[in-house]
T-cell receptor, first 116, second 113 residues
């Protein structure tokens, strides 16, 4: 099955630091990838759709300048949390695939971000 | 506005019995539905899906039922095994909307010995 790799799995850093999270599709090309965020005991909320070679599409309420997305190749999308603050602490998950008719998205293992 | 709802936050089932997880949705434009299983600190793992043109899809121990008129779907796991203990999310998608998934809030399944 499709494999999506996400790195790092956990980040702990000081307030004000920028953090980059990578999402790779390992055995298929992904023109579209998705970034989700999950707060404790809540559902996964879509943050943005990452499009290879073009600008990302952000969901309502998600700050574009805060969450920078780059999708420079067909197998890699990155999410950078700029000047992170404690309220940005969360579980970030990427997914890829699912762009064909009735095809499921496959998810990475997520990144636990903790801002001190 | 929660378009996909899982009203049971938790469910406990004895090993060997059937687990039934329920999901309701409000958006009639959804035409593809998926179930994912999630362990703590991991990403969701795809389990099974169903298109709106069907009312049932089966894969091994997992069966998903779709009732479009009631905007309701359910996941049946039989027989339940301890390794099935996890959080289960249902998700819905509308074809042609850049494949955006809308997730439910999840149901934590505990399979006891």
């Amino acid at each position: 099955g499709a494999v999506v790799s996400q790195h790092p799995s956990r980040v702990i850093c000081k307030s004000g630091t920028s953090v980059k999270i990578e999402c790779r599709s390992l055995d298929f090309q992904a023109t579209t990838m998705f970034w989700y965020r999950q707060f404790p005991k809540q559902s996964l909320m879509l943050m943005a759709t990452s499009n290879e070679g073009s600008k990302a599409t952000y969901e309502q309420g998600v700050e574009k300048d805060k969450f920078l997305i780059n999708h420079a190749s067909l197998t890699l999308s990155t999410l950078t949390v700029t000047s992170a603050h404690p309220e940005d602490s969360s579980f970030y998950i990427c997914s890829a695939g699912g762009t064909g008719v009735n095809q499921p998205q496959h998810f990475g293992d997520g990144t636990r971000l903790s801002i001190l | 506005d929660q378009q996909v709802k899982q009203n049971s936050p938790s469910l406990s089932v004895q090993e060997g019995r059937i687990s039934i997880l329920n999901c309701d949705y409000t958006n009639s434009m959804f035409d593809y539905f998926l179930w994912y299983k999630k362990y703590p600190a991991e990403g969701p793992t795809f389990l099974i899906s169903i298109s709106s043109i069907k009312d049932k899809n089966e894969d091994g121990r997992f069966t998903v039922f779709l009732n479009k008129s009631a905007k309701h779907l359910s996941l049946h796991i039989v027989p339940s095994q301890p390794g099935d203990s996890a959080v289960y999310f249902c998700a819905a998608q509308t074809t042609g909307t850049a494949s955006k998934l809308t997730f439910g809030t999840g149901t934590r399944l505990q399979v006891t010995l």
